[in-house]
């Protein structure tokens, strides 16, 4: 039924790989490109099928970005490199006529800004170009919006609270590691946070805020409010939001050290002259960290990842938690990968599947909640990663 194009060969580009090759019915052709061939090469010998293509590509490079595209001719490109590469893709996608879908938005590499401006900036020419660019369309951002969004399809009149709630309750058994690439997961953290309420943006000081709320099959854990980037789009999706949050547990030992780590300034990500030669701390600090596809082996406990919901329906106050637990070691059994690299693979590969069955196909620039949430719901129970809810309980929030 389609050609796909996989850019990004680490540990979320290795879980669509093995998702996407788990659907030959949708995905005919599958090619699997990033900058270090052999990472992609590994991957296929992992999935154990010689029909998946490889190839090299700079993708921060346009010209590079169309060869390729006009060679293996893809219907739709899944972008899971890295965010700075999101513009790049999307403008060899107008090019060489191919739709795009990302898991993470567009940002700079000098500094850590995270804003959609951007990627919607090129809905018109999408528009245009009778292309579809499916934005965030991971766990969260993805999985995050479409529960939104399913919720408020069937579930509320008017959502008037949403609180993303995002637990790791997994042990890697290192001191120190982050659960995707370490620079972009870092930048993330050391933020402000940031949450929307009444109409404004309020801002806090990086995990400022926290409280403790109960996660099903975890228990309490230490969660934090973090800015996140489907704030943005789901209360402009949801005018009727009067307060939206995004809360990550953290335990006090991964605290300890990144505390550590940016009291020392390894988390600066300006260039320093070391030896004569220009570094930027945060990418130095990420080669010697532990590789997150690494993690996989010797992962236990589970990730759980959820919408709580206030709002009305039927002229009444009612609670909806929507959620999915996710095993490490489940995960690691079937890709080779840890939980979090499975919990974004897993979405970016169905959204790929809805636009080549047609389902989630127009023209423009969309958030993954502007989609049908109902189909992609119903294969997120056959693709590993199945949801349950919760109506009218406690929402601690
Ligand atoms: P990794 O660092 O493991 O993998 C990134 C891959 O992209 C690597 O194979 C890397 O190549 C490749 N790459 C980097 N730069 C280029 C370039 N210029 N040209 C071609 N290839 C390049 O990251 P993850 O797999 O952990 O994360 C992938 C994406 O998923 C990120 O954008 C991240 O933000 C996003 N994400 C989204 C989540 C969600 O829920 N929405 C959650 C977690 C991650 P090389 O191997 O040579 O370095």
Redesign the pocket.
């Known amino acids: 039924m389609g050609r796909v194009l996989i850019?990004?060969?680490?540990?979320?580009?290795t879980v669509v790989a093995h998702k996407v090759a788990q659907n030959p019915d949708v995905f005919t052709d599958i090619m699997i490109a990033?900058?270090?061939k052999s990472?992609c090469d590994n991957v296929v010998k992992a999935i154990g099928n010689p029909n998946i293509k490889t190839a090299q590509?700079?993708?921060?490079n346009v010209d590079e970005l169309v060869t390729l595209f006009n060679d293996f001719k893809p219907e739709i490109v899944i972008n899971?490199?890295?965010?700075?590469?999101d513009l790049t893709i999307m403008e060899a996608c107008l090019k060489a006529g191919v739709n795009y879908l990302d898991?993470?938005n567009y940002e700079p590499k000098d500094v850590a800004h995270f804003e959609y401006s951007w990627q919607w900036a090129y809905k018109k020419r999408f528009e245009d170009a009778g292309l579809t660019a499916i934005l965030?369309c991971?766990?969260?951002?993805?999985v995050s919006g479409i529960y939104t969004a399913y919720a408020a399809k069937h579930h509320f009149d008017e959502i008037q609270y949403l609180d993303i709630v995002d637990c790791n309750a997994g042990n890697h058994h290192k001191a120190f590691a982050t659960n995707?690439?370490p620079e972009?997961n870092i930048r993330e953290i050391t933020q402000n946070g940031r949450y929307y309420e009444n109409g404004q943006w309020v801002t806090t000081k990086p995990l400022e805020i926290h409280k403790s709320l109960t996660y099903p099959n975890i228990g309490p854990k230490d969660s934090y409010l973090l800015y996140h980037e489907e704030l943005e789009s789901l209360v402009k999706n949801y005018p009727t939001i009067k307060r939206a949050r995004f809360w990550m547990t953290f335990g006090q030992e991964y605290l300890t050290h990144l505390r550590v780590i940016q009291n020392i300034g390894m988390a600066r990500i300006d260039e320093v002259e070391y030896n004569g030669v220009k570094i930027v701390p945060l990418q130095f600090l990420k080669a010697v960290l532990p590789n997150?596809?690494d993690l996989g082996e010797n992962y236990d406990g589970e990730t759980s990842i959820g919408c709580r919901i206030r709002g009305i329906k039927d002229g009444k106050e009612r609670t909806y938690y929507v959620y999915n637990n996710c095993s490490h070691h489940a995960a690691y059994l079937e890709t080779g990968m840890q939980g979090?690299?499975y919990?974004?693979g897993v979405p970016a590969m169905i959204g790929a599947m809805m636009f080549l069955k047609g389902l989630w196909k127009k023209p423009g620039v969309y958030n993954v909640e502007e989609f049908d949430p109902d189909p992609f719901m119903e294969q997120l129970n056959k693709q590993g990663l199945p949801w349950h809810e919760v109506f009218d309980g406690d929402l601690e929030l």
Do not use: H, W
């Open positions: 850019i990004g060969a680490g540990g979320v580009g990033s900058r270090t990472k590509v700079d993708a921060d899971v490199a890295l965010p700075y590469q898991t993470a965030g991971g766990f969260d951002p993805g995707f690439n972009i997150p596809q979090v690299s919990t974004t």
